[in-house]
């Protein structure tokens, strides 16, 4: 029997050496990744997004109603004044919650930082000083604790349980703090010895000391350990400042709530040696918090905003709350959701969403025991998962047929994704995924692709497949890898083009066969040399009009800007062209410029009679359609978000927010202008005011948005769009668009 698999096993290495050598290369880099010998950004994403996707799919979607959250509301600041209050509404916001709400913590996401000078008390004193009355100085002296309202809401902090929250400073150029710390958590001897590493502070941003003694205790809500890409995954639980650790503003209210103490519990057991001595809970009462390498633990997310139940702060302050009964007995966070207050982060399960209810899922998970836990052991298992599937697959998927190759890859995701989603929601362990489907589908890819990889084209053939597309210097470039060229259908991100004649239906009307014929060749090679100076594929021509594409047969990671390039190019190509035109007795021409970026369908299509080289989908059909409104916004060139989002130097005009015919989708839609570096001061204030004036128009603010854009009009009057907006405000008052409106104009018309 071992010499028949032996056997086997000799011919499968001799039949598909080249092949299993890639796909052990391939596994080689996989495994340097997965031991950090080597960083690749792109499986890092990708174990981001595999970890939100999870958490998308899994997390409960419920509300916790032991924890409310006492908002700083817009209706906050409408009825209370501007951030930040004075502090006796504090110390009646305070009072209210304990006294009339009885809730039973209170923990503020906000720092006291600064005095709250009471404009009598400093009149007074400035009147005592200027007539030098002793009598008034010593009347001054005796009503000062009567105004010193810092000491006020300081009385009325000792009397309960609340929390004030601080933040750490990171920056080592940031050395100067501000405020008091709170007590520490642990100090410096708890730690001698152990291998346990913590964020540093170089500084603080703390509560006036006055009221940080006067509180209960005090929390951190900074949050250093922010994934690159800028989500908040994880929050650390402990911070160390001038050797002193401090706990978190969730840590913190948890632990007054449950009335116990904070205790650090070190791994124990099985693998624990001399050189570990890793700090992998953190224990409150009879809870326990699994906290990572740099002592942060994963935000137990209970769904999306408004999972935990909101309470105007303006209701309490007046005594107003509909449903008072929520608040006894409550945890009460103090925060802010007014967007003017910057307190909105980008979460794992919404793009902006409030701090204040990252802290809230924190204490849940505290009291619920919800976390779940990515311990040091997870990258051995991953190491050793990735080992496994790539030794098998790399020895394996060669001899297969496309088929079985198919089915094995099926039958590989499924176990690998089924046992980490079992992980993940019967034992709370996050187990690393990205990495083990990456290997499977790069082995299968590898294994799919190798024949046709392999095999030679020649230049002529090239040629003869491309040549009636593309300038014959992409001809040239293509023939020297040939065999990464085909006409067979695939999906890429792409840039299109639709360019199309203004009123070419009355031209054509008045001009003879031949000088139309004239006309249309004078005005399409132009526009043609543009295109393919660009880097640019020639679609087809519909009479007057034309169809382009940027990204393929070539992959070009510039296609949007190229494409931008060329429809400036063309617009500004065609204004040279008229004088000519008037020349020779031809109507001035106009045209109207589409752009758009996305995934689109390319290849050769067609039927068995005729075939084309081009590009379809749902991105391709919106391009047509924003050239279709070029007429409509009286601009050249109007381009999609997704182009613009990929030429950030560009400056844009935004024209608006459209649902275009047979899209149920709203799009941004833009005017590119040029670069940005090169933008006049008068253009760069007229696009800011321009955002000011749809911020207003979208918030239905129609007077505001009215008073912009009569402004943009009178500074640009050239500028149709501007009309247009000043007459859809005069319709929408008196047709209003309703509360629900998302400030999406539709478009019945292509």
């Known amino acids: 029997m071992k010499p028949r698999f032996s056997k086997k096993l000799s011919n499968l290495l001799r039949r598909h050496w080249s092949l299993i050598t890639l796909s052990l290369l391939i596994l080689l880099i996989f495994l340097l990744h997965v031991n ?28 916790d109603r032991r924890i409310v959250i006492v908002n700083i509301d817009e209706k906050s600041l409408a009825a209370e004044g501007r951030w930040p209050w004075e502090r006796d509404r504090i110390k009646v916001l305070i009072d209210n919650l304990f006294e009339h709400y009885k809730v039973k913590v209170a923990g503020f996401d906000i720092v006291f930082a600064e005095r709250d000078r009471s404009v009598l008390l400093v009149r007074l004193q400035e009147l005592a000083q ?18 010193d309202r810092d000491r006020l809401l300081a009385e009325s902090l000792q009397k309960y349980p609340v929390i004030l929250g601080y933040y750490f400073n990171h920056d080592t150029d940031k ?149 008072p009964a929520a608040l006894e007995g409550a945890i009460v966070l103090i925060g802010t959701t007014a967007p003017g207050l910057l307190d909105l982060r980008t979460t794992p399960v919404q793009k902006l969403y409030p701090g204040v209810e990252i802290h809230a899922n924190l204490v849940s998970g505290i009291l619920d025991q919800s976390f779940k836990q990515m311990p040091a052991y997870t990258q051995g298992a991953e190491l050793l998962t990735v080992l496994l599937i790539g030794l098998v697959l790399s020895l394996v998927m060669p001899a297969l047929s496309p088929i079985a190759a198919t089915l094995t890859t099926l039958l590989s995701l499924s176990l690998v994704v089924g046992l980490n989603l ?5 034992a709370d362990l996050v187990l690393p995924l990205a990495t083990s489907v990456l290997l499977i589908l790069s082995l299968f890819v590898l294994k799919m692709s190798y024949g046709f990889l392999v095999e030679e084209r020649g ?54 066969p031949k000088e139309l014929s004239e006309l249309m060749n004078e005005f399409l090679t132009p526009m043609t040399r543009v295109i393919h100076s660009h880097r640019g594929t020639i679609d087809k021509y519909m009479g007057d009009a034309i169809m382009a594409f ?44 589409g752009l758009n970026s996305g995934v689109m369908n390319v290849g050769n299509m067609g039927s068995q009679f005729r075939m084309a080289y081009t590009v379809l989908g749902d991105e391709v059909n919106l391009g ?9 916004y009286g601009v050249t060139v109007i381009c999609s978000e997704s182009t613009k989002r ?105």
């Open 36 to 63: 950090a010998n080597i960083d690749i950004r792109l499986f890092r994403n990708m174990e981001y997004w595999a970890y939100d996707a999870r958490l998308n799919l899994l997390m409960p979607q419920t509300v």
């Open 130 to 147: 200027t007539q030098n009355n002793t009598a008034l100085a010593g009347a001054v002296d005796d009503v000062r604790p009567l105004l």
């Open 175 to 323: 050395t100067i703090s501000s405020g008091a710390l709170p007590a520490p958590t642990f100090l410096p001897a708890m730690f001698e010895g152990k291998n346990v590493r913590f964020q540093k502070a170089s500084s603080y941003g703390g509560n006036l000391e006055v009221l940080q003694k006067a509180a209960r205790g005090g929390g951190h809500f900074d949050n250093p350990v922010t994934d690159e890409d800028g989500v908040f995954r994880r929050v650390p639980m402990l911070q160390e400042y001038n050797g002193f650790l401090y706990e978190s503003l969730s840590l913190a209210i948890a632990r007054t709530y449950l009335g116990a103490q904070v205790r650090a519990i070190f791994a124990t057991g099985l693998g624990v040696g001399k050189r570990y001595h890793g700090l992998e809970w953190l224990g409150v009462g009879d809870r326990r918090i699994p906290v990572d390498g740099e002592m942060a633990t994963l935000v137990p997310y209970r769904g999306r905003q408004g999972s935990f139940p909101y309470v105007s702060a303006a209701d309490i302050i007046q005594k107003t709350v509909s449903k």
């Open 422 to 426: 079992a992980a993940w929601a019967f």
């Open 459 to 512: 230049k002529r053939q090239l040629g003869r497949l491309f040549g009636q597309y593309i300038p014959p210097e992409l001809v040239d470039e293509m023939s020297e890898d040939p065999k990464n060229y085909s006409l067979e259908g695939e999906r890429r991100e792409m840039t299109v083009l639709f360019s199309d004649v203004r009123g070419f239906t009355s031209i054509s009307e008045g001009l003879d």
């Open 550 to 593: 940027w990204g393929a047969p070539i992959a070009d990671p510039e296609h949007a800007r190229l494409a931008l390039d060329a429809a400036l190019e063309m617009a500004q190509t065609l204004a040279a062209m008229q004088d000519e035109f008037a020349a020779r007795g031809w109507p001035p021409i106009k045209i109207g410029v």
């Open 624 to 632: 047509s359609r924003l050239e279709g409104l070029t007429k409509k």
């Open 646 to 750: 990929s030429v950030p130097e560009y400056a844009y005009r935004e024209l608006d927010r459209v649902r275009v015919k047979g899209k149920d989708r709203p799009v941004k839609i833009f005017e590119p202008i040029g670069p940005t570096d090169q933008l006049d001061p008068a253009t760069t204030d007229e696009l800011r005011m321009l955002e000011n004036a749809l911020h207003y128009y979208r918030s239905q603010k129609w007077d505001q948005a009215e008073l912009q854009f009569i402004h943009l009009r009178d500074r640009a009057s050239e500028c149709e769009l501007y009309s247009l907006y000043l007459d859809r405000i005069g319709h929408f008052r008196q047709h209003s668009p309703g509360e629900t409106w998302d400030g999406v104009f539709t478009h019945e018309t292509k």
